[in-house]
């Protein structure tokens, strides 16, 4: 995976974002958002950010006649998210290595 | 938002604070492996039956299996697989080699000596095992997240 920062991602409620999602394969609308500890509106406008450049997709599925959404990182996105922490941690290394 | 304004290091913490915190959450519930163990062990003792007995436990044993995956990933609001990269994916797989090896050991036991019971007492030892290998693949997972990975 190249290291290659992403601007969408870096903001840091879409990085906490893409981060749960990274380890799971698909989250509840409601667990990511007591996990980033923002609003639903908020929540909704980062999600809907990642949605644009295709980073996440949504599925709703009724349960109990309630719905849910259930959220997932794309492979784009998985990639993009994989990419952006290797550059974040080449980053690290080059200011260790300059402050040597 | 430029390059100037990024602290790596700060993005790096927030994201495997990120991670970390969802071993917090309770995503291990204590029933969880011992019920797929169980439905894992009724699914196998289809093997020692026969006609409809047979297909009725392979798939109500799968039933169990299914619910209890459905049940935990409605109440914790995740959902993941088996093979993840990494220590969880290895017992997943490790897990599927064992419950092969001991169901073909429980159907050769029968075939070779007549040991009508072999079969179910190769679904109980599956079933112990599937219990043990769910509870050490959530124990990786768990670790991996706590890692932050």
Same mark, same amino acid.
């Given at each position: 995976?190249?290291?290659? *920062?992403?601007? !969408?991602?870096?903001?840091? +409620? %879409?990085?906490?974002?893409? @981060? ?29 950010? *990642?949605?644009? !450049?295709?980073?996440?997709? +949504? %599925?709703?599925?009724?349960? @109990? ?36 | ?149």
């Amino acid at each position: 995976m190249a290291p290659r *920062l992403d601007l !969408v991602i870096h903001a840091p +409620a %879409r990085l906490q974002i893409c @981060a749960i999602h990274s380890a799971v394969d698909e989250a509840e609308f409601a667990f990511i958002r007591d996990e980033v500890a923002v609003s639903d509106s908020v929540l909704s406008k980062h999600l809907k950010q *990642l949605e644009e !450049v295709g980073y996440v997709k +949504a %599925r709703k599925a009724t349960v @109990a006649s309630r719905q849910r959404t259930w959220l997932s990182l794309t492979r784009k996105g998985r990639t993009a998210f994989t990419g952006h922490l290797a550059a974040l941690e080449r980053l690290v290394s080059s200011a260790k290595l300059a402050a040597e | 938002m430029t390059d100037q304004d990024i602290d790596p290091a700060e993005a790096l913490e927030i994201a495997g604070r990120a991670r970390a915190g969802l071993a917090e959450r309770n995503l291990s519930p204590w029933w969880y492996a011992p019920v797929y163990g169980a439905g894992v062990g009724v699914s196998m003792s289809s093997f020692g039956l026969t006609g409809f007995s047979s297909a009725a436990a392979a798939v109500g044993g799968l039933a169990v299996v299914l619910s209890a995956y459905a049940v935990w990933s409605r109440s914790t609001g995740v959902s993941v697989h088996g093979f993840r990269a990494g220590k969880p994916g290895w017992i997943a797989a490790g897990l599927v080699l064992f419950l092969l090896g001991v169901s073909a050991a429980g159907l050769w036991l029968r075939a070779r000596y007549g040991y009508d019971w072999a079969p179910f007492a190769a679904a109980a030892v599956a079933a112990a095992g599937a219990a043990i290998g769910s509870r050490l693949w959530d124990a990786a997972w768990l670790a991996q997240l706590r890692a932050g990975r």
